[in-house]
């Protein structure tokens, strides 16, 4: 592993047997994986698919999109919808604006292919 | 453009390759990272579409180092330590939609690499050590969505490069050191639906500086250092989530939210508040939820016209003596009301604001409570009502009550309390009311768990006293507390303060209490 005491998993800056990484080093997001009834610190350069990074001067944190997200930017506002819904203008919906189509590859809402 | 077909053969297949060094997946995954590499591995398939390399040691990336992976959707260089990216590192990605470059060393915007990445809509350059960001930084990304600069060491808004990004939906330029928005300064970002500013130091800002934000929607100046109310905000007519906590500003002013109809939060505590335009919070029928914490000078209830859709009501330090007589008419979904630390004399009736679950009234100065304040309330759980100048409760005051569980009388000037209605009450206070001597029986609070009361031997009523033990001498004493025959057990499970001890016996010395 790349830095951190050659105890603590890679990124951390304290941790412990039982609960994994609980500092990271700077600038680098912690979060909370489930492991039965465990939950382990890991710290990483960006938060997992469903989760987004919040950043502050004391702690970097992984919080959960919203609940219809793959992917998103913050808690309002998604990158990547899941399957059967669309993304537009951050927003994941079942059925797209009227000048617009639903693509399922993209998984967006698109403009019409010109015919 | 977005409707050409994908050439035969191009789409995601079995890779005929992949680097030892990495983890491949069928569909043309390639995941390197953790690996303690300084370069990018060779031997990886032409069809990759998305390659994970954060969390390495590469420090450089030199000309051409992905020319090999035309089909290149994602490319992860987080967290290694990169300081420089040659201008021609990048070239042949065309198809390339997410270029993360967080955690690395950077010092300004990799213009010329990013130049030709025309597919591209995320890119995160947060936590780097960027001062510059060129003019021409973004130039060639006229498909750029989402991007991250967050935790750098910008000192102003990057103004010029970010005036053609006319796709641009969300932006984070928090935690940096940026100390004033200039007008104008997205006026161009027409599509831009979130924009981050958090935790920089910025004291003013233009009347203007958020023209042309048409479609925002999320604007966070939490954390700044902003010494007057953002008047600017008007020029947002989509906005639904506003945050200026933790600033300098001490005036909220009439109409201050009145451009923002579709208002949902504002969160405005931490700012040392002395004045709040009455009209400031009216017509906002989609705000859920208002905090307004410590406005010392203000003395009239912000009127909450138009705004029927409130959840929580937190309005604590003022010197608000009244609360408008119709409060309740427009808060039927109101849950929790906190009036505390005012100076409330009168309370109205709450009886429009059928769902109130949680009332604080606390430190106040309210005299007396009448039948109809608290009538309705039938999902009303706790009242908080300790700290006031309550001399009369009306005996019916709690009779419509049934689910409420925590009642805090404490700190008054009460002789007695009326129980009817409180069948499911387990949490009774009442404390600090020297004038309530007589006598209670737990009959009528069948649910009663724990309870404070004025005087030690208040207590006995409630539970075995230590000094008693159950025998026919104590059954004796058990009646002389007032109880009567159909006084039933009380469970043992009762917490009741201060309990009754060899100093303070439920028995009475020399035949009365009085004595004591």
Partial sequence: HKRGSPVCPGGCLTCSVYNGCLTCLPKLFIHLERDGMRQIGVCLASCPKGFFGTRSPEKNDCSKCGSECDTCFDKNFCTRCRAGSYLHKGKCQESCPDELVSSDTKRECVPPCPV | ?516
Wanted: aromatic share 6%; with cysteine.
């Fill in chain 2, 1 to 516: 453009g977005l409707c050409s077909l994908r050439v035969a053969g191009q789409g995601r297949s079995t890779p005929a390759t992949c680097s030892p060094l990495c983890r491949c997946d069928e569909d043309g995954g390639a995941d390197c990272s953790g690996k303690g590499l300084s370069t990018v591995p060779a031997g990886l398939s032409a069809f990759t579409y998305y390659l994970d390399l954060s969390m390495n040691n590469i420090t450089e990336l030199p000309a051409n180092v992905f020319k090999n992976l035309p089909y290149l959707e994602e490319l992860r260089l987080a967290g290694n330590d990169l300081v420089f990216i040659h201008p021609e590192a990048l070239s042949g990605l065309y198809q390339l939609k997410v270029l993360m470059l967080q955690n690395n060393q950077l010092k300004t915007v990799p213009s010329a690499a990013l130049k030709n990445l025309h597919a591209l809509q995320s890119l995160r350059l947060d936590a780097n050590h960027i001062t510059v960001v060129p003019g021409d930084s973004f130039e060639g990304l006229q498909q750029l969505r989402h991007l991250w600069l967050d935790d750098n060491s910008l000192t102003e808004v990057p103004v010029g490069p970010l005036q053609h990004q006319g796709n641009l939906q969300a932006l984070t330029l928090a935690l940096n050191r940026i100390t004033h928005i200039p007008d104008n300064a997205f006026a161009n970002l027409s599509s831009l639906v979130v924009l981050h500013l958090h935790n920089n130091r910025i004291q003013e800002i233009g009347k203007n500086c958020f023209n042309g934000l048409d479609n925002l929607e999320t604007l966070d100046l939490n954390f700044n250092n902003l010494k007057s109310f953002p008047e600017a905000i008007q020029t947002l007519p989509k906005l639904k989530e506003l945050g200026f906590h933790s600033n300098n500003i001490a005036i909220i002013p009439e109409g201050a939210f009145h451009k923002n109809p579709l208002l949902r939060t504002v969160h405005l505590y931490d700012n040392p508040l002395s004045f709040v335009g009455r009209s400031a919070f009216q017509n906002l029928s989609d705000l859920h939820s208002l905090m307004l914490r410590g406005a010392t000078l203000v003395q009239d209830f912000p009127s909450l016209t138009g705004t029927g859709n409130l959840e929580s009501l937190t309005l604590t330090g003022t010197k608000i003596r009244a609360i408008p007589e119709d409060l309740c008419e427009d808060l039927s979904v109101l849950r929790t009301l906190d009036l505390s630390y005012n100076e409330i004399e009168e309370l109205p009736s709450f009886q429009g604001c059928v769902s109130l679950q949680d009332v604080t009234v606390q430190h106040n100065r309210v005299q007396q409570i009448d039948r109809d304040t608290f009538q309705g309330l039938t999902s009303l759980r706790v009242l908080d009502l300790s700290r006031n100048q309550i001399k009369f409760i009306h005996r019916d005051a709690f009779l419509s009550l049934s689910a409420l569980t925590n009642l805090d009388l404490s700190m008054n000037f009460l002789a007695s309390v009326p129980t009817a209605g409180l069948n499911a009450l387990n949490q009774l206070k009442l404390v600090g009311n020297p004038d309530m001597k007589n006598s209670l029986t737990a009959k009528s609070l069948p649910k009663l768990r724990s309870i404070s009361v004025p005087y030690a031997y208040q207590c006995c009523a409630f539970m075995t006293c230590d000094s008693t033990h159950s025998s026919p001498e104590s059954e004796e004493k058990r009646k002389d507390l007032g109880g009567d025959e159909e006084m039933e057990r009380v469970p043992l499970v009762m917490h009741c303060s201060p309990s009754p001890g060899a100093f303070k016996p439920c028995a009475h010395l020399l035949g009365s209490w009085m004595i004591r």
